[in-house]
Every structure is written in C-alpha cells, then in structure tokens.
C-alpha cells in the first residue's frame, strides 16, 4: 500500500472512474453465478437470470417452469394476457393452465401452447414473428423479449410444457436437512441449508470473523447499539466455548433488543407522530410505539403480536392491552385540509390499512388490484375490495378538524395504566393522551367494489373475504378482521410464516432470501434459498411463533459468524453475496449512526418510551414550509431528551428528520418493508458537520482527556476503539497519533481556532480526531 | 497502489458490464451511478443504462417556477370581460355541469360571477392578455408560451400539488425533479442535479404549507431527491465545517479518511468503501461549489437591478431567481422553486396584487437574462400552480373585494424557452372562464411535453418498484406538439 501522498491522490483520482462501477454492486439485483444444475440460483427476478445466461448462451438442461418461464410470461405477457380481465387481449390468458392451453376463441384449430410441439404453438409463431403487427410483444409495448427468453419459452414447450403453481401460494413444506460435506463448519440447520449450495458451487464458506468483529455485528443487529469496551473485553477474555451464546443471551433480554426490532417495525407501520397532510397536526401514537417495544421485549408470540394489531377489539373480552395493539392500523395519514371530500380521505384510509395488511404481512401488493383486476398476481378487484372490506367498518371521519382526535379513539390516565397498560410512560405533566384505536363501530357499512378505485364510483357490493387463491376463507370464520387474523395464522396459509422469517432474515442478513421482501407474487423475485425458507417458515410455525428463539438461530449460525472480508474471486462470482460464503458487509441504519454516536461518547440517555422528542435539527426547516398553522416551528428539546435513541425522535410526516432522511428512512407516508442502501454526498456532509456528531466528538474527547495518567498513544486507541469495536493497528495508530500533533500544531499557530471556542489545544486536537474517526467507513459499518 | 486499482478497474467493469444486460434489474443498478459525477450526465448516456436520451432534446435543463396555492388565471391572465358585465349573478348550471366543489363552497347559497377588479390590455405583437398587476410579465410576452387550457382532477391543495409534482394525487412517488436526475444524471459534477429553492409571498405569507416530500425521491433512490438550498450560513444541510475550522484542516483530515478508508479497502475488499470516498470528495467539492453559487455578490449592479431589489434579500422569490439563472449557469438539470401565497380566497384584489409583485419583475428578468446569456434555448421555464380559481366569489362579493376557490377545470401556465414556441398562446376557455373550448392541457399531458422536450419518451421511460413499471404520467399523458417550435 503505498502511503505518499502523490500516489494516494492518484488513487482518489482514479476512483472517480472506479466508482461508477463499483456502486452497481451495491445493489441486490443481478446475479452472477453460472453452474445452472441448481434452479435456486436467483436473488432477483428470473428475468434477469435468464439474461445473464444469454451471455453464455447456455440454455438450461431442464427448463423450469416457476423459475424459467413465469417470470418471462409475467413480466412481458402479464399485462394484456394476465389475470385482469378488463385490459385482456384475444380473450387470451398465460397466468392459468387453462388459458394457456385452450384452443383461441377465434379458432378452434389454434393453440396458444400445444405441449411438445412448438411449431403447432401460435405463442411460438408469435413471439418469433418478425412482422411489426404480428410479433408479440407488440412493438408499442415497449416490451421485448430477448433471443435467449424466446428459446426458453420454445424449449419449456419441446420438453411438454409442465405448468406448477406459483411456488409461495403452495404450503411450505418442511425438508430434511441436507447433508454437507463439512459438517464440521455447521453449527445448526440453517447452515446446512447454505453449505449445499455452497457445495454445488464448489465454494467453500469464509472463515469465522474476529471476536471484534462479531461482537460488534450481534450488538447492532439485536440491539442497535455498539458494544462497550468492557463488553469487548469480556467477550475478548471469555475463553470459554459459549462465549458468544453467552453475549447472544444478554442481548436477547435487554431491553434495547425491544427498541431495536420496534425500530424496523415502526417503518413496516407507517408509524409518525403527525398526521401527514397539508398542515399535518400533531397526534399522540407513541404509546402504541411503546407497547410495540414492549410487546417484543417480552417476547409476545409473532401470531398474537399480528393478531393482536390487526383485531385485539374483537377478541372475546378484549384486555386493554390488545386494544391498544390495534393502533397499528390508524398509524394512516389523516388530512384535516379545509375543503376536502370527507368520503374521498376516508376510502383512502382504509385502502392504507388493506394495503399495509396486505404487504407487510402477507407480502403481496394488493393495492395493484385497487382499479382494476391485479396484472400480474391472481387477485381480481373483487377480492381486493372483500378484503379492503375488513378495514371498511371503522366509524371514522375522513376530515379531521384542526386539534381534534380522530373517533374512535380510548382514553388512557395514569389509572389504565396502572391496572393493565404498564408499558406506557406517561410524564407526569400529562394527565390524560387519547389513543385512536380500531373499532368496527360502523357494522351497517356496505363495501362496494369502487370503478377505477373511485370513492365516487361505487359498483357492485361485495361480501367480506380474501383472495382465494391463497387460501379459501373458510365459512367457520367470523366475517370481521378476527377472522381474518385467523386465515392469516392458519396453517395452510402459505405465505404468512415465509413473509415473517424472511423479512427477520432481511433484518439479520441484510436481503431476504427472497430479496422482494415486500412482493411475494409472480413479479417478485424468487427465494436463493427456497428448501431453507421453507424450513424455517415451518419451524417457526411450530416452535409457537416464537421470535427471540429465531433470531437466536440465526445469529448463532456459523454463516453468520463468518467475516465480511470479499476475496477476489467472490467478488468476481458472486458479487450481491446471493450464497452466503461471506456475511454481508453492511452500513448501519440512521438511527444506529447517531446512537453509535451517543453510545460512544457517553451522551446516550438509555430511557424507555414516552413522548416522541426533539434533538437537534437545523433551524428554519418547519418554519420555511409552515403555513402558520399546527407545528409551525421546530424547537429542539434540552437536557436529556437532546440525547434519547433516534427511535424517538419526533417524526413530522412532511419535514421529517432531515439526517434520517439522507441516511435512508422511507418518509413513513406508507408502509415499507425494506429500506434503501445508498451512499451520498450528503451523507458525507452530515458525518463531517452534523453539529450532535461534532458535540458527540468533543464529548468523547474530554471523557478520554479526564484520565491524566493515560499515554497519548492509548488515548488514541481507546477513542478508537470506543468507535470501531476494535484495536488500530500500528500503522494506523501511528498515523492518527501523527495527525493528533499536526492539529495542535494547527492551533498554536492559528488564533482563529483558538478563538473559535473554549477548547483547550488538546481537546481541540482530540475532538478533530474523534470527528475523524466517525467519518471512516468503519465507524458506520456493523462488522 | 496502482496495480489495485486497475484490478478493480477491471473487475468492476466486468460485473457492470454483465448487469447491462440485465434488463430491469441492471437497470435499477446502474441508476445508483453517481448522478453528480458527469460520468452519469451527457457525455457517457449509455453508463445510466437507461438509453435516455430517446431523442435529441430540445432543453438540457428546466427551471420551474412553481405559485403554491393556486394562482387566479381570471386576475392574472384569462380575460373575461362577460364575468364584469354578469358580475354578481349567479352561475348558471349549465356551465357548472354539476362540477364538484370543495367544501369550502359547496355550502354556499349562491354563485355569484366576479370579473377581475384589475384592468386587463394585449401587448406585445402576440397580443397576449396580461392584467395590470404584471407589467413586467406584460413586455416579455413574446418570449412566452401560454397554455390557457391546463385542467387537473384534484381539487384540494395537498392532492394537486402532489399530483404536478408526482404525476398522482397520493403521497409516494418520485418528483419530476427526481425523475430527471434519474433518467439524464448531471452536467455538474460539483453540485446536486435536483436543487430547490422556497420563498414565501407577501400577498397572504401564511396560508398553504409545503412538504418535503414534494422534491423526494419516491422509490428512487435517494441519490435523486431534491436539495434543498436555503439562505443563511448553511445554504445546504451541513455543508458548513464547524466553527473555527480552517479549509486546510478540512482537506488533511479528508486525506487521513480517504487512506485509512484505503487501508479498509485493501483489508475487506468491498468496493463500496472506493464509492465512499468519492462521496467524501463530492462532499468537498459542494463547500465551495454552492457558497459560490449562492454568493450574488460578483453580480453588476444592472442586474440586480433588472431582478428588482429583492433581489438582494436572501430567500426572496427575486434572489431564488437570480440563484437559479446562476444555477442554469452551472448546468444544474433541474431548478425548482416554490413560491407561496397564491390561495385566494378571500380579499383577493390586495393580496393578489402583493402576489404579483413578488414574482412579477424578477421572472421576467429571468428569462431576458436567460436570454440575453444564449442559456433560455437549451433551458425550459415553466411558471404556474396546482389549480385554477373559480369565476364566481367566494364569500361575500363587494364593490371592491371578493374571493375566489380552487377550480379544477381549467387555468393557465406559461413555458418559455428550451424548445416551446414564443409569443404563443395554446388552449381556450369559454367566456365564462370555467370551461375549456379548445385544446385541453391536462396535467399528464404538461409531463409528457416537459419530458419530451427534455428528450424523453414519457411512455418508455420506467422503472419497476414492487413488480410494476412505474411513469411520471401513470398511465396517461400526451406531448402536445402543438407548442413546440
């Protein structure tokens, strides 16, 4: 590594040129792996794994229906000869086994698809015409197949055409646990399942990462918080073999556990502390928030945590408890603009609830159905109104007045508190919140399917249920959203427990074994893993949905102990990670970087709960776009609430936390079960200049300056160590001891900086080195 | 040293040049390259992955100058003498043909038709109609496009201005802004492709908020929201170094970063780190980048004073149109400014007149300094609202003051420049001004033409988000070809 600086710029220079390329391995998409023995091979769409064969013009063996043919067919015929029925074309439809193969209206000697024989198949003469008004896709489509999609669809018809059914709405089955050639390497089942793919590729998994490293890793990822130095140590000097289950336990019944899976859970809730129109109010829903934390903290099974959220009312005597579980669904947006339709935002809202249920949950975007019937999934826009209907009985308004808090809503004092809700912190200065809640106490409304979704257009009624394709509601259920939640948890259901390990598997891992965390239908992407998948999905089913006890297996895995390091030939293989030879190395959330932070530097102030509350943001930003009324004007908090976990910070829908904001947190306009990963400049500029940051650098400076009796030498690598989890080594150390001197030198001979504050020469000089140290990339990575 | 990065050169360009076929999904990819770096703009198209341009475009950037709340095209524009001769009688239905009205008026018990209190004259030899309240606007007709035929579904602000930025009336998906950064990348690589500037009016300074979400990034990715530049001693979040710091000391302590990051690099491998640390330059770069731009005091005196003297107020509607001709300048693709104020309804006559003269001077001297600098050719301005306003009062109608509400149905823009005609004016409304004769504009259709200009087909230009291919224009939208030169 050459270290003068001539050749060092050269390098950042030739970065520029670099980083184009090197940021499309960010994403998740693409593939490149080439052995195809395997169908699992895809993380994202098959389209797109079909394309990168094309380059090898390598055609598989065994043409698979799921996962060579739909997707081509979804993504390209879908839309005209798909399952809604009002844009289909030729009366033809490619998402049924019997729309595919029956003979076309126009001609009864004509066949779509004649198994066996593509040259009989009209779909063949199609897709191969080279006549503008004959070819499909039609040109005006802007929709082409490539050369290499064409010969997979002719070869799936050589070899008869096998139809399956899209694999997430067949029930999980539960496989044994294949064998591996090093069982050895394997610490529980979910290693089997990677060290077989592993084994297919003829790669072997990385080494385990440091004990640093690792400890780091499993601090952030259940707790959201970096591990202290004595942590470190601890886990350092413990020789013993359950070390490290030993640190999984603790972190597993500390209550940062809760705060930090509520963070995610927020997201997937739409969770916000205004209202999120227009002026967008004020509304109280953090004692929701609260009992989220809570619930996960004590562990409340995953289908009761659901159930209880969806329909805790409408259980048999009903505790408060689970009524105010129910806030989940009037986490909404709710205008209070003067003048609007009141019938237009309430239809809206209720489409927020069926949506939200619909994907967080089930995993499938059902809101596509809203207009029309769903282009690519099987859910006509009945369906989608009979399961919108479930959310349609809510007597509510959909204009709100200014201060008013929307119906219906329960009243909570300190007495509630006190007998049943004691997860909520109630300050003393607030004597009574009211919470909105669900309640079907409009019983009488009719749900009618609404033309092109037009709260104004309502068409036929329809009666209250679910798609049928994924499960047909069965008539012992009781038509309200308990006995939704009930079809949700059965056990036939096919999607419901996938959905949930998977999204916990994104949490731990970084991408879901199916990447589309959000769509689980034909135009999602399919599983990398689909045997592990399913294994999990039923083991957590029969282990009583118990979320703690996942996660333990997952950070327990010998797949994710290992380090995050890419050799070369990884990174030329398998560049998105797909096969899991190497932990992902992955960037830590907006909420984590300003904790780490707080943590780091002592600042942090470790209370549970309570009202949502304001740290520092740059002055103007709620005043600039204000109309005068409502929250006109940011006022940041002071004393401890300056210094609360970020899940805390006070979300104003339409000016939200600007550093959340540049650090990836969807705007919670709606629900979202996955964030962006990106990397920005103005992310850099934050890091280098967010005043909590610098205050959090200077904080950490003078706690490390009070030892007198410490050498500059392990100052340095105390602070270090306090940022990153682990030790400098020698060169950096010397470099940053050497840089340590240069700042004080700095200050003797400039009298601006000394002016500029009340710093002493050493605290000046160790704050710029914090600062620095917050600004590698490793102060923002997990490990 | 040289040796890694060549290898990393190359390995990269492999893999990027593998997901270049990947369709969709190398699409996606390939839009996280750095769309401030000029790598992603004009001169590399094909690197966005994307193929956009379609075609040659006729504007390489746009500047627009949003009016929040709802400007009254019948004060400002759309001269409606019959609405002077009829005032105080009632709407008739058939010319209200059961449109639905927002609940501000809908209780009201009459409609009483109200034509502007302002005198109205034709100038220029387009012999366009401008009111009295814009004079400066008056004798720059002939550089501007009207569209006197814009109509909208939404009738209520939160919606409508949504549905202008996003192209739908719920909250989620990217702005146009956004759409732009993402489809052409940058010319600049020293400041950010989508820039936003806020002013509030004088005529009614509080009456409709704005939303961050309007320049965000929807389900793009977050490299395209729109940044916003303030005035004060943070022109950009953060971008000011902590008191006391010299740049100095900024540049040695990037250098430590950027080599232990290196270091980092060399140990793990991860190419992310390489994307950081150009992230960190960018970063630099943008400390003097836009302190520059937004330091109007190299600009002569005859300039300033041809934006007027607000010009000199930071913040001003007058000054954020100086900065977006400096803007232009630098080649920043996308320009937005929102100026509020425009709602209404009540006393309009004295707080439209205040409205007026808050943007009157300074978008006219935008668009001849455009001009007289050879940049309004390849630069589109386009001005105008959410929504029109009612022909007939709101509220009480007097002598002297009246009110108008949101209308949907019809109201006017105007465009200048990169690629629309000049001294033209498209669309006509009945006498009543309520309805539209001639030539409808919707919405959809004012998208498809801005990108068309911009060199995008409005139909093609996509990008999948939870299995569905997502547009500006949803599923509409036509280019109306007949403003273009």
Avoid at chain 1, 186 to 202: G, H, M, P, Q, S
Avoid at chain 1, 300 to 319: M, S
Avoid at chain 2, 270 to 297: C, F, G, K, L
Avoid at chain 2, 428 to 440: A, L, Q, S, V
Wanted: aromatic fraction near 10%.
């Amino acid at each position: 590594m050459a270290k003068d600086k001539k050749n060092s710029n050269r390098f950042v220079l030739a970065l520029y040129f670099i980083v184009p390329f090197a940021i499309v391995l960010l994403v998740k998409y693409g593939l490149s792996i080439s052995d195809y023995s395997n169908k699992y091979i895809s993380n994202a769409t098959s389209a797109e794994h079909s394309d990168l064969n094309e380059k090898t013009n390598k055609l598989p063996d065994t043409i698979d229906y799921i996962f060579d043919v739909k997707p081509i067919l979804s993504d390209r015929c879908y839309l005209c000869h798909g399952p809604d029925e009002g844009t289909r074309e030729a009366g033809l439809r490619l998402d049924t086994k019997d729309g595919a193969y029956k003979a076309l209206a126009s001609n009864l000697e004509n066949y779509t698809i004649v198994p066996g024989k593509p040259e009989q198949s009209r779909l063949v003469y199609k897709i191969t015409n080279t006549d503008p008004q004959q070819v499909m896709p039609p040109p005006n489509s802007n929709l082409t197949l490539s050369e290499y999609e064409k010969q997979v669809l002719i070869k799936w018809i050589e070899q008869g055409a096998a139809w399956k059914s899209h694999w997430s709405f067949v029930a999980p089955q539960k496989k044994e646990v294949p064998k591996i050639i090093n069982e050895k390497w394997a610490t529980n089942e979910v290693d089997y399942f990677i060290a077989k793919r592993l084994d297919l590729e003829e790669l072997k998994p990385s080494k385990e990462a440091s004990k640093e490293q690792l400890i780091r890793r499993v601090y952030f990822d259940l707790t959201g918080l970096p591990p202290s130095l004595e942590d470190i140590d601890a886990f350092l000097s413990d020789k013993t073999n359950n070390a490290y289950e030993k640190v999984v336990d603790k972190l597993l019944t500390s209550n940062a556990y809760g705060e930090r899976m509520a963070a995610t859970w927020l997201d997937l809730s739409r969770y916000a502390d205004t209202h999120g129109y227009q002026d967008d109010l004020e509304r109280i829903m953090w004692p929701w928030r609260d009992w989220v934390i809570s619930a996960f903290n004590r562990n409340i099974p995953y289908d009761e945590f659901v159930k209880w959220q969806l329909a805790g009312d409408l259980i048999p005597n009903a505790t408060p408890e689970q009524i105010v579980a129910t806030a989940f669904n009037r986490n909404h947006k709710i205008t209070q603009e003067g003048g609007v339709i009141d019938e237009e935002y309430r239809v809206e809202y209720v489409m927020d609830r069926a949506n939200t249920t619909s994907k967080a949950i089930l995993g499938l975007t059902m809101e596509c159905a809203r207009c029309h019937d769903h282009k690519y999934d099987p859910i006509s826009q009945k369906e989608f109104y009979s399961f919108y209907g479930f959310f349609n009985k809510v007597g509510e308004k959909g204009q709100i007045d200014y201060g008013e808090i929307p119906e219906p809503n329960i009243k909570i004092t300190q007495k509630e508190i006190d007998e049943a809700l004691a997860f909520i912190n109630l300050p003393d200065s607030i004597k009574e919140i009211k919470l909105m809640v669900m309640k079907d106490n409009a019983p009488n409304r009719k749900t009618h399917i609404l033309k092109r979704g037009q709260y104004d257009a309502p068409d036929k009624e329809v009666e209250l249920g679910t798609p049928n394709v994924i499960l047909k509601y069965s008539d012992s259920l009781p038509k309200n959203r308990l006995g939704l939640a009930n079809w949700i948890f059965n056990k036939d259901n096919a999607l419901t427990a996938r959905v949930a390990v998977n999204r916990m598997w994104q949490h731990i891992f970084g991408v879901g074994i199916v990447s589309t965390s959000d769509d689980f239908g034909n135009q999602g992407a399919l599983p990398s893993h689909p045997e592990l998948l399913d294994w999990l999905a039923v083991t957590f089913r029969e282990e009583g949905w118990d979320m703690k006890k996942m996660y333990k297996r997952l950070v327990m895995s010998s797949t994710y102990k290992q380090t995050s390091k890419i050799p070369p030939n990884l990174l030329e293989i398998d560049p998105d990670n797909v096969l899991l030879a190497r932990y992902s190395r992955s960037k830590l959330t907006a909420e984590m970087i300003r904790d780490n932070a707080l943590a780091v530097s002592g600042l942090l102030v470790n209370k549970i709960g309570g009202p949502s509350v304001k740290p520092y943001q740059p002055p103007g930003l709620w005043a600039e776009t204000t109309s005068g009324q409502g929250l006109t004007k940011y006022i940041p908090d002071t004393g401890e609430n300056l210094y609360r976990r970020s899940l805390y910070t006070f979300w104003k829908r339409t000016v939200p936390p600007p550093t959340m904001m540049t650090f990836d947190a969807p705007t919670r306009d709606f629900c979202e079960v996955k964030r962006q990963k990106t990397s920005t400049p103005l992310q850099a500029l934050v890091m280098l200049n967010d005043p909590q940051l610098i205050e959090a650098a200077e904080h950490l400076a003078k706690t490390v300056l009070e030892d007198k009796t410490i050498s500059k030498d392990d100052r340095v690598k105390l602070i270090f160590r306090k940022i990153t989890s682990r030790f400098p080594t020698e060169e950096e150390l010397t470099e940053l001891v050497q840089y340590v001197k240069t700042v004080e030198t700095d200050f003797e001979s400039n009298s601006n900086i000394a002016k500029s504050g009340s710093a002493s020469k050493t605290e000046y000089a160790y704050t710029l080195l914090s600062s620095l140290i917050f600004n590698l990339d490793e102060a923002i990575i997990k490990g | 040293m040289e040796e890694l990065s060549k290898h990393f050169l190359n390995n990269n360009r492999r893999h990027f040049l593998k997901k270049m076929g990947l369709g969709i999904g190398g699409l996606a990819a390939a839009s996280l390259l750095d769309p401030f770096s000029s790598l992603a703009g004009d001169n590399n198209l094909n690197l966005t992955g994307l193929n956009l341009p379609h075609f040659a475009p006729k504007a390489k950037r746009v500047i627009y100058l949003f009016q929040s709340g709802g400007p009254s095209q019948l004060d400002l524009f759309d001269y409606k003498p019959l609405l002077n001769k009829m005032r105080g009688q009632d709407l008739p239905d058939s010319v209200r043909q059961g449109q639905r009205l927002t609940g501000m008026t809908s209780g009201q018990e009459s409609f009483p038709l109200v034509g502007s209190n302002f005198k109205f004259d034709q100038y220029g030899e387009s012999r366009a109609w401008v009111s009295s309240i814009m004079p400066y606007t008056a004798k720059v007709v002939d550089e501007l496009c009207f569209i006197k035929s814009m109509h909208t579904e939404a009738i209520n602000h939160d919606p409508a201005i949504t549905f202008f930025q996003t192209g739908s009336q719920q909250p989620g998906r990217p702005s146009i802004g956004s759409w732009m950064s993402y489809g052409l990348g940058s010319l600049n690589e020293n400041l950010p492709t989508f820039s936003v500037l806020l002013s509030r009016g004088t005529g009614r300074p509080f009456s409709q908020p704005l939303y961050s979400r309007l320049w965000g990034n929807g389900f793009l990715s977050s490299l395209h929201q729109g940044v916003q530049f303030r005035s004060g001693k943070d022109p950009v979040l953060y971008l000011k170094d902590p008191e006391g710091m010299t740049r100095s000391q900024r540049r040695a302590m990037l250098d430590h970063i950027s080599e232990l990051n290196q270091k980092q690099e060399a140990e793990f491998g991860d190419p992310e780190i390489n994307s950081r640390i150009a992230q960190y330059e960018m970063a630099y770069r943008m400390q003097t980048s836009v302190p520059d731009t937004m330091n109007v005091e190299d600009e002569p005196e005859h300039i300033i004073q041809m934006y007027g003297v607000d010009a000199m107020t930071p913040g001003t509607y007058a000054a954020n149109c100086l900065l977006a001709r400096r803007m232009a300048e630098r080649d920043v693709r996308f320009i937005q400014l929102y100026h509020m104020g425009w709602d209404q309804h009540f006393d309009l006559p004295s707080q439209i007149e205040k409205q007026a003269k808050d943007i009157d001077q300074a978008t006219a001297a935008l668009i001849m300094d455009l001009k007289q600098r050879g940049l309004l050719e390849d630069t589109l301005v386009v001005w105008g609202g959410e929504f029109g306003r009612t022909n007939y009062s709101q509220g009480t109608l007097t002598d002297t003051n009246y009110g108008r509400d949101h209308h949907p149905k019809c109201f006017t823009m105007f465009m200048a420049g990169g690629g629309v005609k000049p001294g033209f004016t498209y669309g006509e409304t009945d006498d009543f001004g309520y309805n539209i004769n001639k030539d409808p504009m919707h919405v959809h259709d004012l998208q498809a033409t801005i990108m068309h200009l911009m060199g995008i087909d409005h139909t093609k230009f996509t990008h999948k988000h939870q299995g569905r291919r997502f547009r500006l224009t949803d599923v509409s939208g036509h280019v109306v070809h007949d403003i273009l030169t």
